[in-house]
């Protein structure tokens, strides 16, 4: 079974500069997760779908952060324009319908912002 | 807000010693909880989760973690440690009406030495 996708790994961009990041959940995975994870710092959710909903987007940062599920599957999120402090991990997360509990991860997105 | 605290960030164990991470959380309520594993390189992976039922929970590679609900903990042990655990530690917790919003502490990173 293929994992959650996320592209690209790794992204270099000055201040003020824009970037997106794609994710592609498990197939048949109805939620999707998007993270943060600074050094040092655990992950912190940013906005979670369900199918192309979103069911919580309480600690995005929605003056400069977006970010969208067309059609239920695969999602970007984007950073304009970006600021030193949104250097981070983002990581993409999915579950299934028959939610577990579990969260599958994708290998994470790597921002730096200079 | 709910919260979660690990209490050690970094952990130097040689190998066949004895380990226990410790995790606290802050809610009052009804919780699942987690602990993931992301080893160098990798993206986080599920370790172990309590729903209900035995507080005592089996995991992966020989991990196991106790839920004190007394003490709205959940600690990570293993008896005899490994080069190859050497990664990093989140434990995370899951809140009733929570959409499975998953709130992840600082994490601990582990090293292993043979």
């Known amino acids: 079974e293929a994992g959650v996708a996320q592209s690209p790994r790794y992204k270099i961009i000055e201040k003020r500069q824009s970037v997106a990041f794609w994710c592609n959940p498990i197939s048949g995975h109805a939620t999707l997760y998007w993270y943060q994870q600074i050094l040092g710092q655990g992950p912190k959710l940013l906005i979670q779908?369900?199918?192309?909903?979103?069911?919580?987007d309480s600690q995005l940062p929605k003056d400069r952060f977006s970010a969208e599920r067309l059609k239920g599957v695969d999602s970007t999120l984007k950073i304009q324009p970006a600021k030193l402090e949104d250097s981070a991990v983002y990581l993409c997360?999915?579950?299934?319908?028959?939610?577990?509990?579990?969260?599958?991860f994708g290998e994470g997105s790597r921002l730096t912002v200079l | 807000a709910q919260s979660v605290s690990q209490h050690n960030h970094h952990v130097i164990l040689s190998e066949a010693a004895s380990l226990e991470l410790g995790c606290n959380y802050s809610y009052g309520g009804t919780v699942n909880l987690f602990w993931y594993v992301q080893y160098p390189g990798q993206h986080l992976q599920l370790l172990l989760k309590?729903?209900?039922?035995?507080?005592l929970v089996k995991g992966i590679k020989g991990f196991e973690a106790e839920f004190i609900k007394s003490k709205f903990s959940f600690n990570l042990r293993k008896p005899s440690v490994q080069w190859s655990d050497t990664a990093e530690y989140f434990c995370a917790v899951s809140f009733s009406g929570g959409y499975n919003k998953l709130i992840f502490g600082a994490g601990t990173r582990l090293a292993v030495h043979p």
């Open positions: 309590y729903f209900s039922g035995d507080p």
């Open positions: 997360a999915s579950t299934p319908p028959k939610n577990t509990g579990e969260l599958f």
């Open positions: 779908f369900q199918n192309n909903g979103v069911v919580d």
